[in-house]
Structures are given as structure tokens and as C-alpha cells.
């Protein structure tokens, strides 16, 4: 009972291009988040949304822009693709932006830009 | 993540011992202490969480026990399993510096040897 999809695992993109994650939640949720994991950095919050066409910037917004039409949908955009992006990206979801209740995450996407 | 230090980065056990993961943080508004694990492969889930007017928290073979006047919170599991090879986070809700979110860790890589 996948509750956060996130619509690919793998993804390999080249320099310069513009890249589209995509997140998508079933639960109802106000607050979406997308992080970048690193080994040894852990999770950095990129970008989080607590309505729908609401954002905020998190610890590392550069390079990074995010757009929520619909409450359900958080997308993440690479505007120019660069080596450093290459990462794994998770999505989550929550209930209260404090986190009680916890947060629901997806199961990532390992993106390499090449 | 920003103004949460965790220790230690890596830690190994034999089966059957317990373990300890420390969570410092410095923002004394924070109210809200959870930590998460995420086995390799996977995403992270919560497994224990904290607030501020309760000190200790039991659940099965783990705890969490938290300090607030020394702004620190740690995990604590108890006969250890090989199961419980994972990555552990915390994320204490941060509140100032542009907060309201939950703030990851760098993780602790725990490994359970037979």
C-alpha cells in the first residue's frame, strides 16, 4: 500500500538538461517535502510546500524550483542540470508540518547527471 | 543538517548488545524529537518519537530519552538483531532560522554482527 510514489527509481540525465521529478500522495496531506540524500551529509531539505501553491526554500534551494498545482502533486525542477545534482532524491509527506505523525517518505529517485 | 550533530557516524555491535545514538541540537524552542530508520534500499520511517514534556519513551527493545536543558536526545536499543542494521536519523522539529520543519541528522550507520 505504496501511500508517496515517486514516478521514477532511476533516472540518468546529461548536463544543461531540465529535469522534472515527480511526487505524488494519496493521503491527503498538506505538507510535502523534497530532500536530497547524500552519504555522510544525510537529508538536506531542498524545497517544502504547506498548501497547494505555496513553497518555501529549505537548506539548499539553489539550482532547484518546485511547483504544487494540486495538493496531492509536488514536483521538483532541475532547471539546468549539473554533475553536483547527481543524488538521491526523496520525497515525503506529512499530516502537520511539525512532523507528528511522522513523515511518509517515497522511495526515492537516483538521479545521474552526466 | 543544520544545528543537529549526531554521533556516532558508524557504530558496530554484536547481536545482543545494545546501542546508543546521540541527537544534540541547539535550538531550545524545538518540542518535538523523533528519530528514523532506513534500512538499505529503503525509505526512511519513523520508528520512536519524543516530545518535550516527557522525558523518556519506550517501545518494545528501543527508547528515547531526552535532555533538554543540555539540548540532546538519544536512541537507545536494546538486544540488538541483525534486523536492526540500518541508518538512523534523528530530526528535531527546529523552529528558529527560518525552521518550522524537521531537521535531519547526518546518520548513524549501526551494523549488528552475528
Known amino acids: 500500500d505504496v501511500k508517496v510514489t515517486q514516478s521514477s527509481r532511476y533516472l540518468v540525465k546529461r548536463t544543461g538538461e531540465k529535469v522534472f521529478l515527480e511526487c505524488v500522495q494519496d493521503?491527503?496531506?498538506?505538507?510535502m517535502f523534497w530532500y536530497r540524500q547524500d552519504p555522510g551529509l544525510g537529508l538536506r531539505l531542498i524545497y517544502f510546500s504547506y498548501d497547494v501553491k505555496m513553497k518555501e526554500k529549505g537548506d539548499i534551494p539553489e539550482g532547484y524550483s518546485v511547483s504544487r498545482e494540486k495538493k496531492e502533486r509536488f514536483s521538483l525542477i532541475l532547471e539546468s542540470a549539473s554533475t553536483n545534482q547527481t543524488s538521491m532524491y526523496l520525497c515525503?509527506?506529512?499530516?502537520?508540518?511539525?512532523?507528528?505523525?511522522?513523515?511518509?517518505f517515497g522511495s526515492g529517485t537516483r538521479l545521474t547527471v552526466v | 543538517g543544520e544545528n543537529v550533530e549526531q554521533h556516532p557516524s558508524t557504530l558496530s555491535v554484536q547481536e545482543g548488545d545494545s546501542a546508543v545514538i546521540k541527537c544534540t541540537y541547539s535550538?531550545?524552542?524545538?518540542?518535538?524529537f523523533p528519530w528514523y530508520k532506513q534500512e538499505l534500499g529503503k525509505r526512511p520511517q519513523l520508528i520512536i518519537d519524543i516530545r518535550s514534556n516527557v522525558g523518556e519513551k519506550k517501545d518494545q527493545r528501543i527508547a528515547v530519552t531526552l535532555n533538554k536543558t543540555a539540548k540532546h536526545f538519544s536512541l537507545h536499543i536494546t538486544e540488538t538483531q541483525p534486523e536492526d542494521s540500518a541508518v538512523y536519523f534523528c530530526?528535531?522539529?527546529?523552529?528558529?532560522?527560518?525552521?518550522?520543519?524537521?531537521?535531519f541528522g547526518t546518520g548513524t550507520q549501526l551494523k549488528v554482527e552475528l
Open positions: 530530526a528535531p522539529y527546529i523552529l528558529t532560522g527560518g525552521g518550522n520543519k524537521l531537521t
Open positions: 535550538d531550545s524552542a524545538s518540542n518535538y
Open positions: 493521503m491527503d496531506h498538506e505538507n
Open positions: 515525503a509527506s506529512s499530516l502537520s508540518l511539525t512532523g507528528e505523525y511522522g513523515y511518509t
